[in-house]
T-cell receptor, first 114, second 107 residues
Framework: KAGVTQTPRYLIKTRGQQVTLSCSPISGHRSVSWYQQTPGQGLQFLFEYFSETQRNKGNFPGRFSGRQFSNSRSEMNVSTLELGDSALYLC?????????????FGPGTRLTVL | TQLLEQSPQFLSIQEGENLTVYCNSS?????LQWYRQEPGEGPVLLVTVVTGGEVKKLKRLTFQFGDARKDSSLHITAAQPGDTGLYLCKGAGDMRFGAGTRLTVKP
């Protein structure tokens, strides 16, 4: 059974640009969550999607958005990039609610903003 | 702010030593999960503790859930370099993780 895949693995952007990250969950998983991980702030929750609907949202500005497609694949978008957006972005999938069930994480996308 | 407080933040020990890390909260959780994240990878679930006072063992790792279900501990016996990683806890009903304990086990 394939694990969670994230593309791209590495990305370099400049301030002001926008970026789209992709996540393919484990087959059959309907919940996809996104996290930002930085050395200073740790693992911070961005949002969770379940059956194409955003179910939970963390405390991030509106520049961070996401969506989920009918095949459960998810994308997150960051517009008007800032230096502080440099981070490892992790995607996790679970069978149902991510708040109670085991989350399976992908290897992450390392975003560097110059 | 983190709902779950983990301590210590960093821990560096020699192979063969024992250690305990903690996860504390002012909130009651119906269950609590422990994850480990190794360098270059995403976190992986180690265990879920459900019952207050519960003790679960995973080889050299012992997990305990507090009687009041507000805190948990992870004890590692005879640590090995392969135990190196970031240990994270997460309470049920919440999407947030604790800040983690970064453990380094030196050979």
């Amino acid at each position: 059974k394939a694990g969670v895949t994230q593309t791209p693995r590495y990305l370099i952007k400049t301030r002001g640009q926008q970026v789209t990250l992709s996540c393919s969950p484990i087959s059959g998983h309907r919940s996809v969550s996104w996290y930002q991980q930085t050395p200073g702030q740790g693992l911070q929750f961005l949002f969770e999607y379940f059956s194409e609907t955003q179910r939970n949202k963390g405390n991030f500005p509106g520049r961070f958005s996401g969506r989920q497609f009918s095949n459960s694949r998810s994308e997150m978008n960051v517009s008007t990039l800032e230096l502080g957006d440099s981070a490892l972005y992790l995607c996790a999938s679970s069978l149902a609610s991510s708040t109670y069930n085991e989350q399976f994480f992908g290897p992450g996308t390392r975003l560097t903003v110059l | 702010t983190q709902l779950l407080e983990q301590s210590p933040q960093f821990l560096s020990i020699q192979e063969g030593e024992n250690l305990t890390v903690y996860c504390n909260s002012s909130s009651v959780f119906s269950s609590l999960q422990w994850y480990r994240q190794e360098p270059g990878e995403g976190p992986v679930l180690l265990v879920t503790v459900v019952t207050g006072g519960e003790v679960k063992k995973l080889k050299r790792l012992t997990f305990q859930f507090g009687d009041a279900r507000k805190d948990s501990s992870l004890h590692i016996t005879a640590a090995q370099p392969g135990d190196t990683g970031l240990y994270l806890c997460k309470g049920a009903g919440d999407m947030r993780f604790g800040a983690g304990t970064r453990l380094t086990v030196k050979p």
